[in-house]
């Protein structure tokens, strides 16, 4: 097939959306695939694009998305399905440009297929009704959608896609992404000072929807009872400050430390490091968005590590209670705390879950099995075009 990629949230930013896009072109590159990424310019754009094994067109950023910039958007694309011959867009992420492939696809019969991770179909109070009604009619006419869990399944099914359209497909991992460098994790262990002490790890954008803070308080809620457990938080963000200074407030300052933001190789290192992974995100933050799949559970997973995660959004596909990791209510820091105590009180359970953690990794949710998974969707939306043309 001809596959145009098309999306927003492309590397070299970094985000689970970026990889997810990345990932996707790549693998399905790899597949024998003709794959062009259609993705927004940025610093640092061209350096990347020579590493990647397809095409990279790059559109230009605008500081407005107005109606002009999706005309013109829209006519860039057009012209880019035309010239490669496309079969098929696939967009890794749906709502912001949602119009442009819908236009596309009403005027020109543009076969698309989106991938839904969570958020897209969270409609708050004040958003206007003519997005909402612009993203739903968008999903009702693509040929398929993928979710990347089943809450979100349960979600488009509820605003009327036809359930024959839906695939729950996962997202993935590349283990060879994460290679054990156990210099690089000696030297980040004396950086924080974790001689001889057991890590609990976050890997996240520091701010409130994550739930950094009330992990902080959990920690300060079990006392002296694992004096031992230090916490690593990995990731830039607005609420840096704050969670440092919540960290001496509660005594905690020599036990938690920030790291910031981070390459590729000291994240596999701080995965590698730390002895379990969590992430407590909030159920929504103030603009509505909740936690989709949540990559960063299956990267730590990759590593052999277990997982403590909140029971919100898809996070419950990401970490399987009792059998990858555990399960909390991300809006108790006591409920957070009975989890840690669970964890780090109980050796041979840790360990366990770590081992069927990766074995999981390293099988089911490996890119290569996923994006298999992402090429049949693809080939049924092209298929199901061409019989009712």
Not at 116 to 126: D, K, L, M, N, Y
Request: hydrophobic share 40%; proline share 4%.
């Amino acid at each position: 097939m001809n596959i145009v990629v098309f999306s927003k949230e492309f590397p070299p930013e970094i985000g689970g959306l970026e990889t997810y896009s990345r990932m996707t072109a790549e693998f399905l590159a790899r597949r024998g695939h003709a794959v062009t990424a259609f993705a927004r310019a940025m610093p640092g754009d061209r350096a990347f694009d020579e590493t990647c094994g397809f095409e990279v067109v790059r559109y230009p950023e605008a500081s407005g998305i107005s109606t002009l910039y999706r005309r013109r958007l829209g006519r860039r694309l057009r012209g880019l399905v035309g010239e490669r011959r496309a079969d098929v867009v696939f967009l890794p992420f749906w709502s912001r440009f949602s119009s442009v492939v819908t236009q596309l696809h009403l005027r020109h019969g543009t076969v698309y297929v989106p991938a839904i991770h969570g958020e897209e179909v969270i409609f708050p109070a004040w958003e206007p009704s003519r997005k909402q009604r612009r993203v739903v009619e968008g999903l009702k006419r693509s040929q398929r959608t993928i979710a990347s869990c089943h809450e979100t399944e349960r979600r488009l099914l509820a605003l009327g896609v036809l359930p024959e359209r839906i695939r729950v497909i996962h997202p993935g991992v590349d283990p060879k992404q994460f290679p054990h460098d156990p210099e690089l994790v000696s030297r980040l262990r004396e950086r924080h000072g974790l001689a001889g002490k057991r890590v609990l790890l976050t890997a996240a954008h520091l701010r409130a929807k994550k739930g950094q803070d009330y992990v902080i308080r959990a920690l300060a809620g079990l006392g002296e009872e694992l004096s031992d457990l230090h916490y690593v938080l990995v990731g830039g963000g607005g609420s840096g400050e704050s969670l440092q200074a919540l960290a001496h407030e509660l005594g905690l300052g020599e036990r938690v430390a920030l790291a910031g933001e981070v390459s590729a190789e000291e994240l596999a290192a701080y995965y590698h490091l730390c002895d379990a992974f969590i992430m407590t995100t909030r159920a929504v933050d103030d603009r509505q968005k909740t936690e989709g799949f949540g990559q960063v559970y299956v990267e730590a997973a990759a590593c052999g590590k277990p997982s403590i995660g909140a029971d919100v959004g898809g996070v419950p596909d990401a970490v399987l209670d009792g059998e990858t990791g555990l399960l909390v209510d991300s809006s108790d820091p006591e409920s957070i705390a009975a989890g840690i105590r669970t964890l780090f009180t109980d050796d041979a359970l840790r360990q366990r879950l770590g081992r069927c953690a990766g074995r999981r990794a390293h099988g089911e949710l490996r890119w290569d099995r996923v994006i298999a998974k992402v090429e049949t969707v693809l080939q049924e939306a092209v298929e199901e075009a061409r019989c009712r043309s």
